[in-house]
Each structure stands twice: as C-alpha cells, then as structure tokens.
C-alpha cells in the first residue's frame, strides 16, 4: 500500500500509473475527503468504482482551485455488496456520486441521506420512489417524460401548496445510453471521438476536447500550440453560440418577443461561422487526437472576426436593452434564487457556482495552458434568474475579448496544425484525467487502461450532474409558473446525464 495520502497531477499532464496512486483504508480515505472539502476552494471533480482484478476499486478525484492542481486517491473492497458509511451524511455534494456508484455496482453507503440510483436503470422507471409529503391542502404535479418541445426526456414532479412549491424531484435516465461501455466496447478512435461529441450535442467541442485531452496524456501526445489556440478558441465559439441561444430562450419564458428573435438570429450566425470553420454547425470533426483536419486559414480568421465583430455588438446592445428593461427584470430580479451556501454544499459548478458568487471556473484554476486573457472569471452574487442571464450576457463579452487576443497569437506563429494521430499507442496500466470548462461548467473525463495499453474503464462527467439539484433547490417556495423560465436559466443537460 503507498504511505501518501494522494497523488497531485495537473490538468492535461502526463497520464500516471495506476499503482502510483495511493491505495488507502476507507476510514483514511474518509478523513482525506473530508479534510480536503472543508476548504470550500476544493471540490470533488470525479467519484467512482469499477471492478479491478478480483476487487472494487474507488477513485477519487478533488480539484484545489488555489493549487491549480488536482488530488487523486483511492480504496478498495473485495466484495461489491460491502456497505460503506457515507461521506453525504457532512459533506452533501459527495451525494450523486455515491447514488451513481451504488446505481452501477450495488454498493450501499450507510446513513446516505436517500440511497437510490441516479437514473433508476433496468426497467425500474415505474417504480420509483418520489418523495412524499402528506397533507390535504398538498397536491403533486407531474411535468414529461414527454414534453410539449422536442426535448429529451426526463420526469419533474412537484409538491405544491397551492401555487407554492414546497419540493421538487427530476427523475432522469431515460435512455440508458451505456456511453461508457461503448468506449470499452469499441476500440476505433475515430468512433471514441465520435462518440465523445455526442454525450451532449450542444457541447461537442467541450465534450471532444476533454476525451482528445486523455487520449493524448495516456499516448504521450505533445498538443502544439497553434492547435491548443485553435481549441481555445473553438471553445468560446461554443460558449457564445449556447449563450446568446439561452438569453432568446428567456426572452420567450418571460414574452419579451423581441428578444427572443433578436437574439435566435444572432446565433445561428456564431454556429454557422463554427460550420464555415469544420462544416458542422455545433463543432463535430474538428477536435482529433494530436492535431485536426480543420486547421484555421487566414480567409476563415477574416470571415470570423467579421461576423464577431457584428453579432457581438448587435448581442451587447440587446442585451443592454433586455437587462435594463423593467418588465423583464420583474420577471428575472429575485426569482429562483439558490445561496452561495447551497451551491458550496452540493458541489456546484460553472455558471450555477458562478451565479451566487463562488469563482468556480476550470479556465482559471485549472488551464490547459498559461495563455489567458481574463484574470478572473465572472462572478454574480445574488443566485437568481437575472444572476445566470447577466453571466451568459458578461461572459459573451469576456469571451470575444479572449477570441481576438488568441488569434493574434495564433497568427503569430508559423505553419499550420497537425493532422490528427489516430495510431495512438496508450501506456499501460495508466490513468489519465481531463477537465474542460464548458459552457455549462467543468466537464470532466476519466480513463484507465490495462495492462496491455488499452482502455478498461472509462469515466465521463458533464456539470449537470452536479448542477439539476440547484434547479431543485431554485423553484423551492417559487410559484410554480416560475419553473420554466429557472429551468431555462439553467438549461441543464438530459443526455449529458444519462450515461
């Protein structure tokens, strides 16, 4: 067994191996998980468990944003069926975690405040135990699976006081897309990468470059640096694009129709300008392992920046008109407001940390590189509606100053980005870990492999599934006509749940 407490490795580094990291007893895996959260700078990216040689491995991944580092340890047990007490019962956002793990192996953790899977798999949707209130002056509301917009799946059931929601539940998992297995299952590449942009459609680009980003730390790939600006960049594509989408999208929650079409309009000009760049509109194609077919040429440069230049002022000065006018901000200004508290409790991240004032941003604390434009990332304080639509209007903003300063960069320097390396050789009996700040928040990618240099397990983790439990907790004592536009502030991800 290794004496150290954990392992401290750096986003995007060298993969390790997996007897490098530590092997711990689970009282003192207990007390470093604890030790490690009760600084609220710290949050868990990543808990889980796969079958290993004849026992259940669990790892355990907690990021330090004032480190810019992220400790990686470990337990494990012979038998899967082993109860363990659960880390949920102090520190709530260790919650989802252990539901997944228990979901996917059957291992219970005693006193977990509620010990059920996350997505009910199996067949078992019928049966699913929802929260109950009793009382004559309550009723419950059912919202989907099926919903009136051509949406994934998912289930919402209210408990209401009149009007008032006492309580809200989301029931997931519909699809039961086994995501992960399919990267064990099927060894090509290019279908990994291919599957890697589909986890969640409207974040492709973050969703490829966190699977690209592990493949090339377990290959021992270098990333050139014409082609890490290139990610860079593509990135906040994706962040502006999705952005500008959901400040339209609030518009027609709140009928402030003119925002709405506005703001539609100038979206479809950011995708169109990703289209012109790889010939998909949402970025599918153009992040490879090593390199790219889709390198940035000068004329696509030009065509670019003069479409940012003119949707970002069309964006800026209709957002300054639907963030100043009163009927809108009636309907924004109070309205599913989660605490700094709450976000810090169940592990938010990106926008919904960033909404009430915690600065939880994978481009700052943990960068795939040093290039940066912005010292900070952007901060509101008050957790409401106005909060999440005021950081999609600052952050379209920040995101076009970083564009430009980064395509200089990249003109800077000569020749053009390598082709993609698809005859990768993985080490090894090795770990690799990736995160990426998407538009939503940290996405983050887990992969191991065997001893014969090809993938064993492998974990994907979107931001949303930290974030649904802020929804619920945002509608509580809310009107319940208040749901759509806080589910809109929001815009969390089905698929990017349901793995």
């Given at each position: ?420 390396d698809f005859n990768y050789k993985m080490t090894p009996g090795s770990f690799a870990i990736s995160l990426v700040e998407g538009w939503r928040g940290e996405i983050c990618h887990c992969a191991l492999t065997d001893n014969d240099g090809e993938l064993m397990h492998y974990k994907v983790k979107d931001p949303s599934l930290h974030n649904w439990f802020a929804l619920a907790l945002a509608v509580r004592n809310q009107e319940i006509s208040d749901f759509p536009v806080c589910n809109k502030s929001f815009n969390l991800s089905y698929c990017g749940n349901d793995l």
């Amino acid at each position: 067994m290794n004496e150290s407490k954990y392992i401290s490795i750096f986003n995007f580094s060298k993969s390790v191996k997996i007897d490098e990291i530590p092997v711990l007893t689970y009282d003192d895996f207990s007390s470093q998980v604890k030790e490690l959260l009760s600084d609220t700078a710290n949050h868990c990216v990543n808990y889980f468990a796969f079958p290993f040689e004849n026992r259940m491995k669990f790892i355990c991944c907690i990021a330090r944003d004032s480190q810019g580092d992220i400790t990686v340890f470990s337990h494990e047990q012979k038998n899967a069926g082993t109860a363990l007490p659960s880390l949920t019962t102090s520190l709530p956002q260790m919650h989802i975690f252990e539901q997944e793990i228990y979901e996917n192996f059957g291992v219970v953790f005693e006193d977990h405040p509620w010990m059920k899977p996350v997505r009910f798999p199996n067949g078992k949707m019928d049966d699913y135990p929802f929260y109950k209130i009793e009382g004559d002056e309550l009723h419950e509301v059912g919202v989907g699976p099926v919903h009136a917009g051509v949406i994934e799946p998912g289930h919402f059931r209210f408990i209401c006081n009149g009007e008032k929601v006492l309580h809200l539940e989301i029931h997931l998992g519909y699809q039961h897309r086994g995501i992960e297995k399919l990267y064990i299952e099927n060894r090509s590449p290019v279908y990994r990468m291919t599957l890697s942009e589909n986890i969640a459609g409207d974040t492709a680009i973050g969703h490829g470059w966190a699977h690209a980003a592990v493949i090339e730390s377990l290959s021992g790939i270098t990333v050139h640096e014409k082609l890490l600006l290139e990610r860079l960049i593509s990135l906040e594509l994706e962040r502006i694009a999705i952005h500008i989408g959901d400040t339209s999208a609030l518009c027609t929650d709140v009928a402030y129709q003119f925002g709405q079409v506005v703001n539609e309009a100038l979206r479809t000009t950011i995708i169109n300008t990703t289209q012109l760049w790889c010939g998909n509109r949402f970025g599918k194609g153009l992040i490879r392992p090593g390199g790219t077919h889709y390198p940035m040429t000068n004329n696509f440069i030009s065509a670019m920046q003069e479409t940012l230049k003119d949707s970002g002022n069309r964006y800026t000065t209709m957002a300054d008109r639907i963030f100043t006018l009163p009927t809108v901000l009636a309907r924004f200004d109070g309205i599913g407001t989660v605490t700094n508290k709450q976000v810090t409790d169940i592990g938010a991240v990106g926008m919904a940390a960033r909404m009430a004032g915690l600065a939880r941003d994978i481009r700052f604390s943990h960068p795939a590189t040093e290039i940066s434009s912005s010292p900070f990332p952007v901060i509101q304080n008050t957790g409401d509606v106005l909060a999440r639509g005021m950081i999609r209007n600052l952050e379209v903003r920040e995101s076009l100053k970083m564009i430009a300063e980064w395509v200089e960069m990249h003109q800077k320097i000569s020749g053009a980005s390598p082709k993609p390396d698809f005859n990768y050789k993985m080490t090894p009996g090795s770990f690799a870990i990736s995160l990426v700040e998407g538009w939503r928040g940290e996405i983050c990618h887990c992969a191991l492999t065997d001893n014969d240099g090809e993938l064993m397990h492998y974990k994907v983790k979107d931001p949303s599934l930290h974030n649904w439990f802020a929804l619920a907790l945002a509608v509580r004592n809310q009107e319940i006509s208040d749901f759509p536009v806080c589910n809109k502030s929001f815009n969390l991800s089905y698929c990017g749940n349901d793995l």
